[in-house]
């Protein structure tokens, strides 16, 4: 080991600036170098100034060592990041979407995106977190008091915001799950329409008429999506008890399957149409249904065209629609009898 060098003795000033930084002679410990402080431990055996070796540790092997923990936080961090993104890519290919589905990889995407968007919001506020609290116990800082501090926060927040916490959970259970996303219509008991926004705490929901309805996450009990995958357009047609169903039903599934064909609704259908047949025998017609199987968001504008297009066919093909009819019967002299009906011959 080299001989300690009297820096004390050549330094002008050095006890001024020692005695500010660490305090007057006296005052430190005989041995200040802790375990794992190696400026202090490396100035001690080199000058053998006990109180140079503590104003060393304080100026240089301190701010060091919170660089150190800044530079392995951005470090963790960045891994654990990429490490998220690589899981969010993989989750983003998926299988390959087959032909009219295109809207699946679509959603996909999304979920994963705001999946690997959470994740990520999680590890840095837990790297954070837990490398703060590092720096400050490297700085000196008893950090216990802090631990426990946050324990009893957290238990206090437990109670005090309990539908809060609930909010947050069912929000990250909906992302998870994919129960619903931006774009999708849903019925959320009282709120129904479009969904605008989705949060860990709430849903934007905007209705037909503009409304927009803030839908807490926890107070959501069920959910139900209409655009999710697939969706599916059912018609009962009413058409007259004379009529021959037979034929209806061949009118029906030639409608239908122009419909199919059609360039304009390639890809809005996705399977061939069907006609289940009879459905009811009301007090006015005979309903025969007939469905169509669509992409999401597409059934109202499938429904709307299929009805025009059944409408015009009947008419051709002189198929009665059906109508509700009333006999008004009115008391006269010749007794009651349907208005405009000719009174029997003879009278009553």
Not at 16 to 41: K, N, S
Not at 74 to 101: M, Q
Not at 232 to 257: F, I, K, M, N, P
């Amino acid at each position: 080991m080299p001989a300690a060098l009297p820096l004390a003795v050549a330094v002008p000033g050095l006890d001024t600036f020692l005695d500010l930084v660490v305090g007057p002679r006296g005052t430190g410990a005989a041995d200040p170098c802790a375990e794992g402080q190696q400026v202090c431990t490396t100035v001690l055996d080199w000058s053998g100034n006990s109180r140079l070796a503590a104003a060393a540790d304080l100026i240089i092997g301190t701010p060091l060592q919170l660089v150190g923990y800044l530079v392995l936080a951005l470090v963790v961090r960045w891994v654990v990041h990429r490490l998220i993104g690589r899981v969010v890519l993989r989750a983003e290919k998926g299988p390959a979407a087959a032909p009219g589905h295109q809207h699946r990889s679509t959603r996909r995407t999304q979920r994963a995106q705001t999946v690997g968007s959470l994740l990520k919001s999680v590890s840095t506020g837990v790297i954070t977190a837990v490398v703060g609290t590092m720096m400050l116990s490297e700085i000196g800082v008893n950090i216990a008091p802090i631990i426990a501090s946050a324990g009893i926060i957290g238990v206090a927040v437990g109670f005090g915001a309990q539908s809060l916490v609930a909010d947050f959970l069912s929000g990250i259970f909906m992302i998870v799950e994919d129960q619903y996303g931006v774009g999708d219509v849903v019925d959320l008991g009282e709120a129904i329409g479009t969904v605008e926004a989705v949060t860990l705490r709430i849903t934007r929901v905007r209705d037909i008429n503009g409304t927009v309805w803030y839908v807490p996450n926890g107070s959501i009990t069920r959910v139900g999506n209409q655009s999710q995958n697939w969706a599916q357009t059912v018609l009962d047609v009413a058409v007259g008890y004379h009529e021959d169903l037979g034929r209806v039903r061949t009118v029906l599934e030639s409608v239908a399957h122009d419909l199919w064909e059609d360039e304009t609704f390639e890809g809005k259908i996705i399977e061939e149409p069907s006609v289940w047949g009879v459905q009811n025998l009301g007090p006015d017609g005979v309903d025969v249904r007939v469905v169509l199987k669509t992409a999401p968001l597409e059934q109202w504008a499938v429904a709307r065209e299929m009805r025009q297009r059944i409408k015009a066919r009947f008419d051709a093909e002189g198929i009665e629609i059906p109508f509700p009819q009333r006999v008004i019967w009115h008391r006269g002299d010749e007794g009651d009898q349907p208005a405009g009906a000719q009174a029997p011959a003879g009278g009553a």
